[in-house]
Structure formats: structure tokens, C-alpha cells
């Protein structure tokens, strides 16, 4: 069962790409790609003003991850404890077969080696107690590590009080 | 073996506290200082592309003397020695046939100052400059003459502000960890925030309202604002009457500027500008009117942000929580200050080249005018300045023109440049004196003013990869061939810091536990009833300023429309985005992967009527040069003005990253090296018009 999920406040959210900028250091990831990157969208206009927002895209770890059923050589893998999708390069051949499969993008091409990387959510950290590169430092505070069924609890009482708020 | 050190950031000029993890000698992770509770373990990514830093080849890896013609590249690289004793023995000659006051240097100011004012006043010069021409000057004397404290004692609680207003402060793409947090956690509680600015950065998407002023026309819109806080009875009246001088004649001052006129100059409606008004007077005090940080602009910049602070004042919002504070030094919470280095050397004799604080008598003498210095390069007036040292400043980068710079650059004897990067100041120098990077060198201890006063100390993580060094031991050597080394009595940091220390009840070891020593246990603030202190002439708030008046200055400038290029040109304007210093790292391996080049913005029916289309390159021109970039065509820039990110269009080929990759503004900047706010000493950088067309 996924154990872990890293939400956003995109309001909180300033844009900096801290996330991504720690994630490379931290995972030596090469260049050309990123395991977690900020998309932005706009600026648009909402209700007068200039809105630019930042969406973050890193990986979903799904309960039933299409890369790792796409991948002909296991090296894909998900963890049985705590439902992380990661790959194990040494056996990655390079097919792509997993960036094809991935909905969103996840998978990244590492030009150097010819083979793919993807988000482990840190998971040596993980091991160590601690939380993600990215959520760790982000700038702002925008990015939680958080559970699953916890998630749904906080943002209903984060939507609560804001909706009191502009009541008030 | 695993070790982790508590320092401080060196990425930009910040100097944010962090936590630095180094395994096998290697750094491998950096973090903010999470004992530092507003700081927690948060950090930008310039912060985090430090590791990109220390590892980058790409930078100066022993000391350099040139062998070809300036700029061109031609380098011997030489040891430590060698470079010292060339360096010495030019300034000896120079000494000797000018005196010390032909030695100037610049660098950004900052906490570190200390030092290399230490070093100018050693060898007997007043020539200590900082960019400041080109930042924060008219910021800091809008504060200065109006409240008596400098610009970097003026804070604002954004976290509990009930209404935040800035202009053009691109608060959350010019981050500072900490303020960035403060600014969202204030939003987050519901904080408004009201954002004035020709473009639309991110900080406007984050705002609860939007105006997208003429350009040049901030001056206009607060003297509307004052008039309308005034005319309605908006203010704070016990406020005024008890801490302010001068309160009638601003009255009279702004009587003529109605808000119906402001919509004229701003194109902001009169009615907005009206609710506005009662908007943030029913939120007072708890407000902030943000004075603005890099304002060199325009020449009614001083004058802008003057009015502005002024605004906080009309609504009580002076040391007030959720509004506009003073920072307050180790003396503030009873306790004794840092030693400095500058009171072991004998006072310079001669004034400065500039003039400031002799002829410009209401301009900060402590960092001067760096503008003015190149008139005394290049005419020998007041006097001969023959040698220059730039450290971890890039002239040619920051400041307008670097062409008719490096003309003037010829009446050196000796150009040095001190920095981590290949700067493009550091590519013409002479001599290049590597320091060693954030990650490798310790600096003279900081005091770091604010509610509760403390110290801070950048210590090194690791040993330098390559031949460089801190700025304290090249101080030291060269005053030892100078002959002065009697005046620097130090071989280690550690003898340093124990001298600073030595007033205070302070040891070295107190640090390690933190990375800082806190002065006070809570958070300091004046008595708003009677025990308000300003350092003022007067002591109070000077509306009209004694300071200015004395000077010829008028406090307050009958305002005058902003300047119009030639016949269908347009306003250059430029700026920053959340993850580039300026530029001092554009060629970061890490930093530069997220933004290769810049582009220019250019407002969607200007660009129809050029035939300009988005994403096409574009040629920019005017007299002073000539070149190509990328354009993005938006509707959410003014049409009169088109913006680039700063830093780019490098020329440096050690940088190969960056080489050559967008388009610098300043090339653009002709004639503006003599261009100035005269009430503030801001250059005003955004006086610069250029043709845009497509790329043929």
C-alpha cells in the first residue's frame, strides 16, 4: 500500500525551483532531466490580476504503476512496504517502454547513460527517518510528505477555514 | 567520517544561515539553519546550486596576471606569491606618486565590509565604493533623511500585516528565505496585497489586486495617495502630530495632486485610487508600504520611494507589529557590539574622490557614489585614481555602459578583480585574485540587527579544490609587502574573530552549538507612546528633512512627467527571477540548466504592430549597440516599456555555458554612467530606450 504522498499548496507556491535544484544535488540527476519539476502556467487573468501558477510534477507512485507493468526487465520496481516506484538502473536496457507507458512524464532519459531515472521519493532518506530533498527545502513550505488518507483530512480543514475566513 | 557545519550561504548577497553536510571531504548536502526558527531548514535554489558552485571547474582556479591586450583572454596563471608580490609592488609605485588615495575599491557592501574598509583605510584611502549607485541609494536615503536609520534597519512584519503594497518590489522573485516565508505565511492568514508595476511578475500573480501603471509615474501615484489620505481624513493624526516635523507643509505640498490628476499621469482610475485610499487606512495600522530595495530608476526615484515610507507614517505605521519596524543592534538589548577592524587604522586625511560627504553632503559618505568614481579616472580630478579593485563586484556587469567603462578603465594603472567567477570585470582585469568559494573560506564574524539582535559566523565546510583563498588572508598579505602589516595584526581567522569578540561576553565556541549566538532572549521593540528614537537632526520623523534642505535638496519635488525616448522607441527596463543572483551565476552548472537565456518581453499590440510574433527573435538597438533575443509577447507588460532578465549576453568564453547566450541590458545603457537621481545617488538605470524589430 502507497504510505507516502507529497501534496502542494500552489498558493503558498512562489515558483523558485528550489524543489527541482535540491532533487538534482541531492540525486545527482543529469542533466537534460528532471524527477521533479515546477510546470508554470500563465501568467493568465484572474479577476484582474496576473496569476502565474506553478504546478508540481514528480511522481504519483501509484497503487498499480503502468511503468512498472510496462517494463520488460523488472528493473521498474515497486516496493511492497511502503508502495515507492523506483527503478534499479543496472537492470534498465534503455526500451522506454515506461515513459511510454507513464501518463505523466514521470520517467526521465538520462543522456549520459542511456537508461531511465525516475522520483524514489529520497528513499534513503526515507530509510533514515527523514523526508524528500524537495519537500525538506522547499522555500516556502508549500510541499508536505504527508499520508494518503491524513492528506484528504488536512486539506478539507485547510478549505474549511478559508471559506470561514472570507465569510469573516 | 561524516561532519555538519553550520555557516552561511555565500550564493548571493543575502547571506542566508545554513547547514552544511560534508561526507569524505565532499559536500553533499545543504540546508537552511533549522535552529534559526524563521530560516527553518528552507532554502532557494540558488542556496541549493552552492554544490554546483564548488564543483564547477568553470571558475578561477589559481591566481591570474594578464599577458595580452585587457579582455583578451591572453593569462599566465601564477602562484600566490607571484601574484601578490605584482599586485604590491604596482600599488607601491602608485603610492608613492599619488599616495593611497589613488587606490579605490568597490564591492557590494553587506556585513563584510568591515574588512576591506579595513584594508582601504590601511593603505590610506577614503575610496571605499559598494554598487549601491546602481541598488538600493535612493532607497536608503528616502529612509535615511526622513527617519534616520539606513535603509538596511528599516523592516516590515509581512506576517501579520493586514495590507502589503509594493512597487515593483518583485518581493517573492528577489527571495530572501526568510522574508518570502514571512510574506506567504502573511497571505496565507489573509493578508491583502497590492502590487504596482509595469510587468507582471510572479509576485503580481500573488497579489489581491493589480495596478499595471505608466511607467516612471510611482512619484504621481503616491502623491495622490497622500493627498487623498489627508484631504479625507484618513490619518493618523495623534500619530503625525506627536512623532513628525514638517506635517503642514506636505499638506500644502500635495494639495494640487488629485487623484482625478494621478489617473492622467498612472493610468490608474481615480475611484480605484479613492477606495484604495479607505481600504488601507481601515487596515492601518497594519500596513506596509514597502520603500522599495533596488530603486535606481528614475531621477524622481528618491522622491517615490521618500513618499511611500511617508505613506506608513500618515497611517502610524512606524515600529508597529504588522507594519513597519527598526532593526535593533547588540547595544539595543544591553549588550556590547563587534569589534571592527576599520578602528585598528589611522582615519583616511584625504576627502573622498566622489565628493560625498564633502561637496555631497546629503548622500552616505560610507560607500559613495561608484559613478562618480569614473569621472576621477579618467580626468585625474579632484585627484589621480590609479588602481581599482573590484571584489566580488562586476563593474562591467552592473553598472550602465561597459564599453565606455572600459574606455575609461585605460587611465588604470592596476585593475583587480577578487571574486569567485569569472565576472566580466574579472575577464578585463589585470589581475585575478581567486577567493575561495562560500563552501571554503571563513569570514570576519557578522552582528545581524533585527527584534533580537545576534551574531552569526560563515565558517568553511571544506578545504578549497583548487589554489584560492579567503579575502581575510589576501588582505593580510598584501598590507605585509605594503609594509603596513603592523596595522593587521592577524595570521588566523581565529585571531580575528577573538579580537571582535573581545568586548562582548561572547566566545568562539558559543557558535558552534548554533551556527549563531542570539543577544537577546525577546524580541525588542521602542516604546510607541514616548520612547520612539529616531536619529534625526531633529528626532523626529523629518517630513521636511533638515538634512536635505541644509543641502539645497528639496524635500519635497514639484513632480514632472517621465521622459520619452525617440520617435517609437522603447523603454528598456530589466529585472530578476527567483533563481538567478543578477548574474553573478549564470553560468552555475545547476542554475543554468533551469534558464539558458533570457527574452524580452514586449506587450502583445506593440509586437502586432512591429510584426514581431511570440517566440521569434528579435533585433533590439539603439546608439550604443546592437543585438538579438528571443521575444515574448505577452499582454501583461505595459506597451511603452519591453523587459529582460539581467545577467545574460555573456562574454566571459571561460564561461562556456553562458557565453553568449541571450541578451545583456546594459550594453544599452549609453550615457547613463552620468545619469542620476540627485536627491537619492540612484543611477537612473530604467532611462534607456531601444528600438525593437524582427530579427532579419
Excluded at chain 2, 527573435?617 to 546592437?626: H, P, W
Amino acid at each position: 500500500m502507497s504510505k507516502y504522498y507529497v501534496t502542494q499548496d500552489i498558493k503558498r507556491c512562489i515558483g523558485c525551483r528550489a524543489c527541482e535544484t535540491h532533487c538534482k544535488t541531492k540525486n545527482s540527476v543529469p542533466d537534460g532531466s528532471s524527477y521533479c519539476k515546477m510546470m508554470q502556467v500563465g501568467p493568465r487573468n484572474v479577476k484582474n490580476v496576473p496569476v502565474t501558477d506553478f504546478v508540481y510534477m514528480a511522481c504519483f507512485h501509484c497503487e498499480q504503476p503502468w511503468c512498472v507493468a510496462a517494463c520488460p526487465t523488472g528493473a521498474m520496481q515497486r516496493r511492497q512496504k511502503d508502495g515507492i516506484v523506483f527503478v534499479d538502473a543496472n537492470l534498465c536496457v534503455g526500451c522506454k517502454a515506461c515513459m511510454t507507458a507513464c501518463p505523466w512524464g514521470v520517467p526521465q532519459w538520462n543522456l549520459q547513460t542511456g537508461r531511465v531515472g525516475k522520483c524514489d521519493l529520497c528513499k534513503d532518506r526515507i530509510e533514515e527517518g527523514l523526508e524528500p530533498a524537495c519537500v525538506t527545502k522547499c522555500t516556502t513550505g508549500c510541499l508536505s510528505f504527508e499520508r494518503p488518507d491524513e492528506a484528504s483530512k488536512e486539506k478539507r480543514q485547510r478549505f474549511a477555514e478559508n471559506i470561514l475566513r472570507l465569510k469573516a | 567520517m561524516k561532519k555538519s557545519v553550520y555557516s552561511i550561504c555565500g550564493m548571493c548577497a543575502v547571506r542566508c544561515p545554513i547547514r552544511v553536510e560534508v561526507e569524505n571531504g565532499k559536500v553533499v548536502w545543504i540546508e537552511g539553519n533549522p535552529n534559526d526558527a524563521a530560516m527553518g531548514r528552507s532554502l532557494c535554489a540558488k542556496g541549493a546550486s552552492g554544490i554546483a558552485l564548488e564543483y564547477d571547474h568553470e571558475r578561477p582556479q589559481a591566481p591570474m596576471i594578464r599577458v595580452g591586450p585587457r579582455g583578451a583572454g591572453q593569462w599566465k596563471i601564477v602562484s600566490w606569491d607571484e601574484a601578490l608580490d605584482h599586485v604590491a609592488g604596482k600599488l607601491k609605485t602608485i603610492m608613492e606618486k599619488h599616495g593611497g588615495k589613488a587606490i579605490a575599491l568597490s564591492d557590494r557592501g553587506g556585513p563584510y565590509n568591515d574588512l576591506t574598509k579595513a584594508f582601504l583605510r590601511a593603505v590610506g584611502s577614503p575610496n571605499y565604493f559598494t554598487h549601491g549607485a546602481t541598488c538600493e541609494r535612493n532607497a536608503h536615503h528616502a529612509v535615511k533623511n526622513l527617519l534616520g536609520y539606513g535603509r538596511g534597519a528599516v523592516k516590515y512584519d509581512y506576517k501579520n500585516t493586514k495590507h502589503m503594497v509594493f512597487y515593483g518590489r518583485n518581493i517573492v522573485e528577489s527571495i530572501m528565505v526568510k522574508e518570502v516565508k514571512a510574506v506567504t505565511e502573511g497571505l496565507a492568514k489573509g493578508a491583502k496585497m497590492t502590487y504596482i508595476d509595469p510587468r507582471a511578475s510572479v509576485t503580481a500573480g500573488k497579489a489581491t489586486r493589480y495596478w499595471r501603471i505608466k511607467p516612471g509615474t510611482d512619484y504621481a501615484l503616491n502623491l495622490a495617495i497622500i493627498h487623498t489620505l489627508i484631504k479625507r481624513d484618513l490619518y493618523d493624526k495623534d500619530f503625525v502630530t506627536r512623532w513628525t516635523t514638517g506635517f503642514p507643509q506636505l499638506a500644502e505640498f500635495v494639495k494640487p495632486y488629485t487623484p482625478e490628476w494621478a489617473e492622467q499621469e498612472t493610468e490608474i482610475p481615480a475611484e480605484e485610487i479613492v477606495a484604495f485610499c479607505q481600504e488601507v487606512a481601515e487596515d492601518a495600522p497594519h500596513v506596509i508600504f514597502h520603500g522599495g530595495w533596488m530603486n535606481s530608476r528614475y531621477p524622481d526615484s528618491l522622491y517615490a520611494s521618500r513618499m511611500a515610507v511617508i505613506i506608513n507614517v500618515l497611517l502610524g505605521s512606524v515600529e508597529m507589529p504588522g507594519g513597519m519596524w527598526f532593526a535593533k543592534g547588540p547595544g539595543a538589548a544591553g549588550r556590547k557590539g563587534l569589534k571592527t577592524l576599520v578602528d585598528l587604522m589611522p582615519k583616511p586625511t584625504d576627502p573622498r574622490c566622489d565628493g560625498v560627504g564633502t561637496e555631497i553632503k546629503h548622500i552616505d559618505a560610507g560607500p559613495g557614489l561608484i559613478h562618480l568614481l569614473y569621472p576621477c579616472i579618467e580626468t585625474g580630478k579632484p585627484y589621480p585614481v590609479k588602481a581599482y579593485f573590484a571584489y566580488r563586484h562586476d563593474p562591467l556587469l552592473a553598472n550602465p555602459d561597459p564599453e565606455e567603462q572600459k574606455r575609461i578603465f585605460e587611465n588604470l594603472d592596476l585593475l583587480v578583480s577578487i571574486d569567485v567567477n569569472y565576472s566580466e570585470t574579472a575577464w578585463h582585469a589585470d589581475v585575478i585574485l581567486p577567493e575561495a568559494t562560500y563552501l571554503e573560506r571563513d569570514n570576519i564574524l557578522q552582528a545581524v540587527s533585527g527584534l533580537k539582535p545576534a551574531f552569526y559566523r560563515r565558517q568553511k565546510a571544506v578545504e578549497p579544490l583548487y589554489d584560492t583563498k579567503p579575502m581575510w588572508w589576501i588582505v593580510k598579505e598584501l598590507l605585509k609587502r605594503l609594509g603596513k602589516g603592523d596595522l593587521f595584526p592577524f595570521e588566523t581567522i581565529e585571531d580575528i574573530w577573538n579580537y571582535q569578540l573581545k568586548d562582548t561576553d561572547v566566545k568562539i565556541g558559543d557558535f558552534d552549538a548554533k551556527g549563531f549566538v542570539s543577544l537577546a532572549k525577546d524580541p525588542i521593540w521602542m516604546d510607541r507612546k514616548d520612547g520612539l528614537k529616531f536619529p534625526t537632526p531633529s528626532g523626529k520623523i523629518e517630513l521636511v528633512s533638515s538634512v536635505m534642505e541644509k543641502a539645497g535638496v528639496p524635500s519635497f519635488k514639484p513632480y514632472e512627467k517621465p521622459s520619452t525616448g525617440p520617435e517609437g522607441s522603447l523603454r528598456l527596463t530589466h529585472g530578476r527571477c527567483g533563481y538567478q543572483a543578477h548574474g553573478q551565476s549564470t553560468n552555475n552548472p545547476a542554475l543554468h540548466e533551469l534558464l539558458k537565456e533570457n527574452v524580452l518581453w514586449i506587450n502583445t499590440k506593440e509586437a502586432a504592430k512591429r510584426g514581431i510574433k511570440d517566440g521569434a527573435m528579435v533585433e533590439v538597438s539603439n546608439d550604443a549597440a546592437r543585438g538579438k533575443i528571443r521575444a515574448y509577447v505577452t499582454d501583461f507588460i505595459h506597451p511603452d516599456v519591453v523587459f529582460m532578465l539581467h545577467g545574460f549576453g555573456r562574454t566571459v568564453p571561460a564561461q562556456t555555458r553562458a557565453y553568449g547566450k541571450g541578451l545583456a541590458d546594459q550594453i544599452f545603457a549609453k550615457g547613463l554612467l552620468s545619469e542620476w537621481d540627485k536627491a537619492g545617488g540612484g543611477v537612473t538605470l530604467l532611462e534607456c530606450f531601444v528600438n525593437v524589430q524582427p530579427a532579419s
